[in-house]
């Protein structure tokens, strides 16, 4: 049979089962067809689109050219919404399916759309260590561009497609927060067009009271148009330390040790159970063992957390040397354990080194596909938070989230809160050491309602002042 006919006899079959099962069955119970057929073929159009099309920028050097003619159209909609007599509030013009949260914002049907075409790299000083950039520009995309430069930036948020302007205006964090904090400390100037069509440049020196308000406004304050962050001199691997802990008081204790050590470039927790985890420290070095390298980008590796995984069923510790633009990004493929829910068989040998090179689909594309029924049982079932509590809260914290969610892995992420003007600060008057408590996954905890459970959680971080 010729593989045209095995084709079409393939699709047929589908497309019988499909009939057979129901068609919202099928894309709730089994959503990997649709995903692994339509969604991971797509994706890898996506990325190479926006991956020529940043090339091509960058080679022509049209960004900064552009950069000030589309900051002026963004200045003319917001006026003309004021000369229309500013009857509806602004937001952004991207559409609610591109952006990485789950939420499914219904508020820009009925607001003013200001169109926002803002995705690239405007300029790299060397000497002041500092790259500009538009507030569209992924993680993924500035540490292809940064990285062969010889740079980086100091907090790199692990997923490819999260955005500099999201990152500013909600919160981003990295294994390397305990020494530089969250994203938005690594800033040192943003760029707003405000309510009435004004530009303005904001910084510690410069409208400094603008300028440490921004981070956590959600856009309330204005548009974002460009950003300037740190940069760093990147190295080549990152020498990790992977330690399995066992008991809950033992791995709180082991990971605020670790995350108070400032020669550990990153830290990072995964727990397993309540009684389980995998404490890793990290340092960036240019040198490293040959027979100890693993490049866990590799499409056809297992996923990181899983690999992680092995560590503790083996009850070993382990050190391994991963190149830096992949630990970076080492919750990509998976989407942290996301994934495993969507693809249950995605991180079988066989899928891996098949099709591993179209993980993962974009996260984008599964909301816009999602449809009204999956998108009730995400709501209703399935849980993506990030709680900011004390270090000294941890403990506590991780018992409360075991007793709420009962999700696991859960991810551990310190970071340096600084006592800084603006929305988020410590309760004292000097920086605190925090962590971040991420459950991604569908909790397991008996009679669980989304909307109670998470008033429960959010009512205990407030009282630990998190």
Not at 9 to 17: D, K, Y
Not at 154 to 176: R, Y
Request: hydrophobic share 40%.
């Amino acid at each position: 049979m010729s593989p045209v006919w095995s084709l079409c006899a393939g699709l047929l079959l589908l497309l019988l089962w499909v009939r057979h099962r129901g068609l919202e069955a099928v894309l709730v119970h089994h959503r990997w067809v649709f995903v692994c057929l339509f969604l991971l073929p797509l994706s890898i159009l996506f990325d190479v689109y926006y991956q020529l099309r940043a090339w091509a920028v960058w080679r022509l050097h049209s960004a900064p050219r552009q950069h000030a003619q589309r900051v002026r159209h963004i200045q003319a909609q917001v006026r003309e919404w004021k000369n229309e007599g500013s009857k509806r509030y602004m937001c952004t013009g991207r559409p609610g399916w591109l952006t990485v949260s789950l939420r499914v914002g219904k508020y820009k049907k009925i607001h003013k759309n200001i169109m926002i075409n803002l995705m690239d790299v405007l300029e790299v000083d060397s000497e002041r260590q500092v790259v500009r950039v538009e507030p569209l520009v992924t993680m993924g995309q500035l540490t292809a561009h940064l990285n062969p430069m010889g740079w980086t930036i100091p907090v790199v948020p692990e997923l490819d497609d999260l955005t500099v302007g999201g990152l500013i205006m909600g919160t981003g964090i990295e294994s390397s927060s305990h020494i530089y904090g969250l994203f938005q400390h690594t800033c040192v100037a943003y760029e707003l067009v405000l309510a009435d069509g004004s530009l303005v440049r904001c910084s510690p020196t410069e409208n400094s009271d603008l300028f440490y308000a921004v981070p956590w406004s959600c856009g309330t304050l204005g548009f974002l148009v460009a950003a300037e962050i740190k940069m760093i001199p990147a190295k080549k691997y990152v020498k990790i330390h992977y330690e399995p802990v066992r008991g809950l008081q033992k791995i709180c204790e082991k990971f605020t040790e670790e995350s108070k050590k400032k020669e550990n470039s990153f830290v990072e927790g995964l727990v397993y159970s309540l009684e389980e985890a995998v404490i890793m420290t990290g340092v960036l070095t240019d040198k490293a063992e040959q027979s100890k390298i693993n490049r866990i980008g590799n499409y056809y590796k297992p996923w990181f957390f899983k690999h992680v995984e092995k560590y503790l069923k083996a009850d070993r510790t382990g050190i391994e040397y991963i190149p830096s633009r992949q630990y970076y990004h080492r919750h990509t493929r998976s989407i942290f354990w996301e994934l495993q829910d969507i693809i249950p068989f995605g991180n079988n040998p066989v899928f891996r080194y098949l099709f591993g090179w179209m993980v993962p689909p974009k996260i984008s594309l599964l909301k816009l596909t999602q449809g009204e029924a999956i998108r009730k049982l995400y709501e209703q079932h399935h849980v993506v938070q990030d709680m900011l509590v004390p270090m000294k809260s941890l403990e506590k914290s991780i018992q409360t989230f075991h007793v709420d969610l009962n999700v696991y892995p859960l991810w551990l992420c310190p970071f340096i809160l600084p006592n800084n003007p603006g929305m988020v600060h410590p309760k004292g008057d000097e920086a605190e050491l925090y962590v971040d408590i991420g459950a991604y996954g569908e909790p397991k905890r008996k009679q669980f309602e989304a909307r109670a459970s998470m008033r429960q959680m959010e009512k205990f971080v407030r009282s630990v002042h998190g």
